[in-house]
């Protein structure tokens, strides 16, 4: 069969099986080296994905070409972090060449979900922002809207997670070790990056006194691109990801030193700055490593756009009108005194010419409002590391407290707590007041996320500009979370409302009336039925789980984090478990349930950790009690990744998003669960909020206190021991655990967890705690009632078109970004 295929260099035949079993052997023998009969399965998902590349690159050399003469705006998205994952399956999606291609490897004798299956995903984030990085390159090549991604690519990603005896133990992420066949290296465009040393001032040939960078030492960074196809539209965006290797000059000196070991070892030293991808995903451990990562990346980026993508010939006083540097979060915020330093130490701006320009260019996007995330670097290290762009952050911090001072004279206190430069505890620079000094907009990434930005964060910079702040709530591409992770769901709404939606999410709207339909109702449960299946088939042969058959999936997968409160579901589930055991609750009325949990700790972050072994311990205690008769099934797969996302959500029937309200920014699993037909159990937090008034009351299980009634109990003072004390079911379950029923006896073990939860409870657990309870029984409830639960999940299907990344990227184009799509 032939087949249209849009990603087709132009003038090539459209492909064929035929066609399509001749490239992978023609790729099998000249790029492995290997006959079909001796190849691995590593070489055959090597091969498979060279032939997919090679159908890619003709058309992103196209999209190249084309945007080389039409100059259009772009967008550079910069991020420390893309959390890619798998991308054979979603390139051959934007190919149309999953059936082609599925077909070509039976006729070779192949299954190709053996093939997709041996990919080991690019785990280049940490959780949440750097997935939505993914999500978000993606939209706009869908859009055809011209984009770089610009990041790090570290050796090693996110860490393996391995549990022994219950804990967390952390596993280098290898994801290079068997060749990534969709990256092209460019060692022949690197780029010199300087660090260190000292700063001098000199007379110019005009007679201006100017400042230089006498810089101490450098390193490589070495372009790898990887292509970021749109859906069937012939886009292939790019994703550049820089690699730091030892400069020559570098070696040489130490060479000629006559110390060859030494200059050896300086070749580690540079390596060193892409090594690792940091798993810290909240509270900044002020490390100068990271510090450098932050540099290079951005300095690597700000060259290679002014220098190759615009050219020497372009005139830098016009750069806002083809480019916007959009800031995910501050981690790239050192590229503001960067572009500073180009504009004005190397092409010769003034000062204010500069600073015209790089105010323009720049905006923010926020996704924490826990003060300890903000990042905040000791200007010692800044110093030390560089000196210049030092220099220019307090130039830059005088003249907006020159104009602080000129709107609010005489308000000292002001000028205080606005400064860049922090005074106290140590001097320090506040980047998220630098971003937001010298971005032309800053967003929040939900609607109560940037009003509590706006109200809480930064306070005083909305009142002097409340211009600059916006909102742009997330979103999750619809390809890869459902067209591509849900195929059984997609074949469904695609013969209800043909096949539309997968780019332009709005029109599952068009699936309302089908939620009365009780055939489609039947058949959309058969779908979450095969999907369950499915995901214990994996489960099994990935970790030996079995979950409970016909049970409800209620799913709960983020980072562990005391603010999202795994804690709060484990309450739920030892009070059942306690209440079972001690013969107040017959098992037999209990609704079969698999709790699945999946997330990492940072590996220093010691209470996570301590979460972590007792979900696995619970787990362990549960699972094996008879008296539970099998009704509560806990699962806790390790090692929790975009993969294995996209088996669990498709099959869940509960979604858990319970974070304490004011604390979770956004989420973006929330509307992941949402699109595959989750309910949601959730708190009025992030994006639950427009999650919830998107399907109604009456399709959302709600619980928990809201944002200011948090906030008024904070202040008239919190002690969870009241509640430990006037709840009996929270009592015996807590108690429970501090018995060291989970433990072996021992008492200490989980002791900590107990102390800190009667005792302190940041996250206020204990105060949600019965309502959440309550929400669960209404949860029973609902699900007792098959045909009404899956209305219900219909609708909640049918309302989750806003939640597409394309609508968020039309939000940053209109509200931020102003770039109209090309040609
Ligand atoms: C500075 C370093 C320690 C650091 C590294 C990674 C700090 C933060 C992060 C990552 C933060 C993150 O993933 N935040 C999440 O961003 C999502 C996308 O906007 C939100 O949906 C989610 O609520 C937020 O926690």
């Not at 490897?105 to 053996?114: E, R, T, Y």
């Not at 300095?299 to 016009?318: K, M, Q, T």
Request: aromatic share 10%; net charge negative.
């Amino acid at each position: 069969p032939t087949h249209p295929v849009a990603n087709a260099p132009v003038g090539t035949p459209p492909p064929t099986v035929d066609g399509f079993v001749r490239e992978f052997l023609h790729e099998l023998t000249s790029n492995q080296g290997v006959s079909l009969e001796r190849s691995t399965v590593n070489d055959q998902y090597l091969a498979l994905a060279q032939t997919v590349r090679n159908y890619l690159s003709a058309r992103w050399i196209e999209t190249q070409k084309k945007q080389r003469t039409t100059r259009p705006k772009g967008v550079a998205y910069l991020s420390a972090e893309y959390l890619l994952g798998r991308q054979l399956g979603n390139n051959l999606l934007a190919t149309g060449l999953i059936d082609i291609a599925e077909e070509a490897m039976k006729q070779c004798g192949l299954d190709i979900a053996v093939l997709r299956a041996q990919e080991v995903e690019p785990g280049l984030g940490n959780g949440g922002l750097g997935r939505l990085a993914a999500c978000f390159v993606d939209s706009l090549a869908t859009m055809n809207v011209p984009c770089i991604g610009y990041g790090l690519r570290y050796e090693y990603g996110i860490f393996r997670q391995t549990f022994v005896d219950g804990q967390q133990v952390e596993q280098p992420d290898t994801w290079l070790a068997l060749g990534c066949p969709w990256e092209f290296a460019h060692p022949e465009h690197a780029i010199q990056i300087d660090f260190g040393g000292t700063i001098e001032t000199y007379v110019d040939a005009d007679g201006v006194e100017r400042t230089r960078w006498v810089p101490e030492w450098n390193v490589l960074g070495i372009p790898y691109n990887y292509m970021v196809p749109g859906y069937l539209n012939g886009r292939v965006n790019t994703l550049r990801l820089w690699s730091a290797e030892a400069t020559k000059a570098f070696d040489l000196a130490i060479f000629n030193s006559g110390d060859y070991a030494q200059a050896v070892r300086a070749q580690t030293f540079a390596e060193n700055i892409t090594k690792v991808l940091y798993p810290e995903d909240s509270t900044p451990q002020g490390k100068e490593l990271r510090l450098q990562q932050q540099y290079f990346f951005v300095a690597c980026s700000l060259r290679d756009y002014i220098e190759r993508v615009l050219g020497p010939e372009f005139d830098l006083h016009e750069l806002d009108s083809r480019i916007i540097f959009q800031l995910n979060d501050t981690h790239p915020v050192i590229a503001v005194p960067e572009l500073m330093r180009i504009l004005v130490d190397l092409k010769g701006f003034d000062w204010d010419e500069a600073w015209a320009v790089t105010k323009k260019c720049f905006a923010y996007t926020c996704h924490t409002l826990l003060p300890e995330a903000l990042e905040v670097w000791p200007v010692d290290l800044l110093g030390r590391l560089l000196p210049r762009h030092l220099e220019i952050i307090y130039r830059i911090n005088e003249e907006f407290l020159d104009e602080v001072r000129e709107a609010f004279p005489g308000d000292e206190m002001r000028i205080r707590r606005m400064s860049i430069v922090a005074e106290h505890p140590a001097r320090a620079v506040r980047m998220a007041y630098l971003a937001t000094v010298a971005g032309c907009k800053v967003n929040g990434v939900a609607e109560l996320h940037s009003q509590l930005l706006r109200d809480k964060v930064l306070p005083d910079f909305s009142q002097l500009w409340p211009e600059k702040f916006t909102n742009v709530t997330n979103g999750v591409t619809p390809r890869r979370f459902l067209r591509l992770a849900n195929r059984g769901l997609s074949e469904l709404i695609s013969s209800a409302i043909g096949t539309g939606w997968v780019t332009d999410l709005e029109r599952l709207r068009e699936l309302e009336p089908y939620a009365e339909d009780a055939e489609f109702r039947s058949a959309f449960r058969d779908v979450k039925t095969r999907n369950k299946a499915k995901l214990n088939e994996v489960l099994i042969a990935r970790d030996g789980i079995e979950l409970g058959q016909d049970h409800m999936l209620d799913v709960m997968v983020k980072r562990l984090h005391e603010y999202k409160r795994q804690t709060l579901k484990l309450l739920h589930i030892v009070t059942l478990y306690n209440e079972i055991i001690s013969g107040r609750l017959d098992p037999k009325t209990v609704t079969p349930r698999n709790f699945v949990f999946g997330a990492k700790a940072a590996p220093g972050y010691l209470m996570a950790k301590q979460i972590i072994h007792l979900i696995n311990a619970v787990g362990s205690t549960v699972n094996a009690d008879e008296r539970v008769g099998g009704v509560l099934k806990i699962a806790f797969p390790p090692n929790y990744n975009v993969t294995l996302a996209e088996k669990l959500i498709p099959a869940a029937d509960l979604s858990e998003q319970i974070s304490l309200a004011g604390m979770e920014a956004s989420g973006t699993g929330n509307m992941k669960f949402q699109m595959n037909g989750a309910l949601t159990i959730g708190t009025d937090d992030g994006a639950n909020v427009e999650i919830r008034r998107l399907v109604g009351d009456e399709n959302f299980f709600l619980f928990g206190m809201s944002e200011p009634e948090v906030a008024e109990l904070q202040a008239k003072g919190y002690d969870p021991g009241t509640y430990y004390e006037s709840d009996r079911r929270l009592r015996g379950a807590i108690d429970l655990i501090g018995s060291g029923h989970f433990s072996g006896g021992d008492r200490g073990t989980f002791g900590s967890i107990v102390t800190n939860l009667v005792t302190v409870d940041r996250f206020m657990a204990l105060a949600d705690y019965a309502s959440y309870m309550d929400a669960q029984e209404r949860v029973e409830k609902a699900y007792a009632d098959t045909e009404e639960w899956t209305r219900s999940a219909v609708l909640n299907v049918a309302r989750s078109g806003y939640f597409s990344s394309d609508r968020s990227m039309r939000d940053y184009i209109q509200r931020i970004w102003g770039t109209p799509p090309a040609f």
